[in-house]
């Protein structure tokens, strides 16, 4: 009650909390399996409450197909893009809009905020050489989602190589089984335990790693709210508050906080 420039009324005056806009990150899917969790995750989300929005950094805007490039042109969604009831995920094409953020500022990520503020979520699904560039200063955490098989180990572990050396960024490597198959799992763990191996012998990281069942609703929300743990929050700046002292209207650009 006694700070400089605040008072009781400020209920009354509808100041509250800025809203914040969550930037959650996905590795590029690897595969088709990958790809189809990645919209059960975007599902999560929405049944949590959280209004998603996928910038699809592996799709290109066009003509016909306009996405960030047009909203940065534009500086409002479409009408088909506007927060609906939830039912369907919004996805932007967004290749060539991320490729215009402005890397050298401190916050990449802040022009999409005032752009998206309809959304709570807004999952950037992009390749990791361009994730690494937009994200560092967030401190996101990614989501690599691991393809099975060798080939799949080795890119997983070059995802988690290029986040860690060209970003400083930690990342959560998942891998993927459909329904109850023990040897599926039993696969799936021996990946994340040699990709983890791998990690701490080569680049001396505690890396972070699940097995997901794609077909259990509760690993998918366990993991969808992982993703929001994993988020940057961008809020808006708030409104410079009125004085309510007009004799301190001359030094109050001068107060200071300690």
């Known amino acids: 009650m ?21 930037f959650a990150a996905v590795a590029q899917a690897p595969d088709a399996q990958a790809l189809h969790t ?5 599902q999560q989300l929405q049944q949590l409450g959280y209004p998603t929005l996928v910038l699809d950094g592996c799709a290109s805007e066009g003509a016909h197909s306009p996405g960030l490039e047009q909203l940065l042109q534009a500086g409002a969604l ?24 402005p890397l050298d500022a401190a916050m990449p990520l802040a022009p999409l905020q005032p752009l998206l ?14 994730l690494s560039a937009l994200l560092q200063p967030h401190n996101v955490v990614p ?4 393809a099975p ?50 990690a701490a012998d ?21 993991l969808a709210l992982q993703l929001l743990e994993n988020a940057s929050t961008i809020t808006e700046a708030a409104p410079l508050l009125p004085l309510y002292y007009p004799r301190q209207a001359a030094t109050a650009a001068f107060v200071r906080s300690h």
Not at 2 to 22: D, F, T, V, Y
Not at 117 to 130: C, E, I, K, N
Not at 169 to 182: E, F, K, Q, Y
Request: one cysteine or more; proline letters at 6%; charged letters at 15%.
């Open 2 to 22: 006694l700070e400089r420039g605040q008072h009781q009324g400020m209920g009354l005056l509808k100041r509250q909390p800025a809203s914040g806009l969550r």
């Open 38 to 42: 990645l919209w059960l995750l975007c």
């Open 78 to 101: 479409p009408v088909a893009l506007q927060q609906g009831d939830g039912a369907s995920i919004a996805v932007l094409p967004a290749a060539r809009g991320l490729r215009q953020l």
């Open 117 to 130: 503020r309809s959304y709570a979520v807004a999952l950037l699904h992009a390749p990791v050489p361009q």
């Open 143 to 146: 989501l690599i989602l691991a």
């Open 149 to 198: 098989g060798t080939a799949g180990t080795q890119q997983a572990y070059r995802h988690i190589k290029h986040l860690h050396l060209h970003a400083a960024l930690p990342s959560l490597v998942c891998a993927l089984v459909a329904g109850d198959n023990p040897a599926q799992e039993r696969q799936a763990r021996t990946q994340i335990t040699t990709l983890q191996r791998c």
């Open 202 to 222: 080569y680049l001396g990281l505690t890396q972070r790693g699940l097995v997901l069942n794609v077909q259990s609703p509760q690993d998918l929300q366990r």
